[in-house]
């Protein structure tokens, strides 16, 4: 695998508060790495370092090879930044604060103005174009943020909670136009609070708490291997429920009851299918049995409230 983005034991401190302890990160080139974590648990921090905006006080990053503390040219000429950073300026139309930056960049006035419309036509702003960015809703904002960050054209984007407080509407828009360059083979570091983002969007989660990793895995790895499953069983006789409870609790040594439903969390899925035969040997029919995999909300929130795994 070729790494776009390496840290080894990032730790950055802000007087008393320890923002990062000791962060480890590895993200696959063309790939979405979600930062999830709470708010203050240091996601900014961490993109700030991998940006060349903040010198950790110990550690060490590299986007695409080039150390952020000892390159930060380098690192900048492959990078893009939104999200808490945007550049955008709100008193200029859409297609002028791309092309700005374009020219900041020292490209043509043609060769900018031609990546300001075509930016603008992929997402979805062409009609907004002439018209001031203060004027933008919150999800053109937040586009017009995003075509701001591509104008250099990078290689590893980061994305600062690029979703926060849209609506959903403007939240799927933006997670396609997220997905479209991923599709051209843009690398996107992208924070998150909210896991329905990291598990739709990314291909591997690191989960970060009080400025340290608390989990990490792709979405499927994370919820089975910090959640446990949970079976759940329904009599059809209502009746039978104290039995079914029984009988649960004897194969897999717990139960709840909730409702009409026998529920317990499962260590190996091997029990299931002694449960189905205790059942059948106490012939009690069931209206329903299932295995149903943790919620990755459950999960960060087990990991991120009480630190321990589910
Ligand atoms: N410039 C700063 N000065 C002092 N404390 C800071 C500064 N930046 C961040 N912090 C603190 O560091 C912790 C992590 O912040 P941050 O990285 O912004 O978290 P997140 O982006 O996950 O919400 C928080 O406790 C925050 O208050
Ligand atoms: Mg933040």
Known sequence: MTSAIQAHGLAKRFGETAALTSVDLDVEAGTVLGLLGPNGAGKTTVVRVLATLLRPDAGQAFVHGHDVVRSPDRVREVIGLTGQFAAVDDSLTGVENLLFLGRLLGRSRADSRGTALNLLGRF??????????????????????????????????????????????????????????????????LTTQYLEEADRLADDIVVIDHGSVVAQGTPQTLKREVGRPTLQVRPLDGAELARVAALVTEVIGEHTIDGRLVKARVRDTAALSTVVRRLDEAGIEVAELSIREPSLDEVFKQLTVTGAPV
């Open 124 to 189: 979805g702003l062409s009609d907004a174009a002439d018209r001031p960015a203060k004027t933008y809703s919150g999800g053109m904002r937040r586009r017009l943020d995003l075509a701001a960050c591509l104008v250099g054209e990078p290689q590893v984007i980061f994305l600062d909670e690029p979703t926060t407080g849209l609506d959903p509407n403007a939240r799927d828009q933006l997670w396609e136009i997220i997905r479209g360059e991923v599709r051209r083979g843009v690398t996107v570091l």
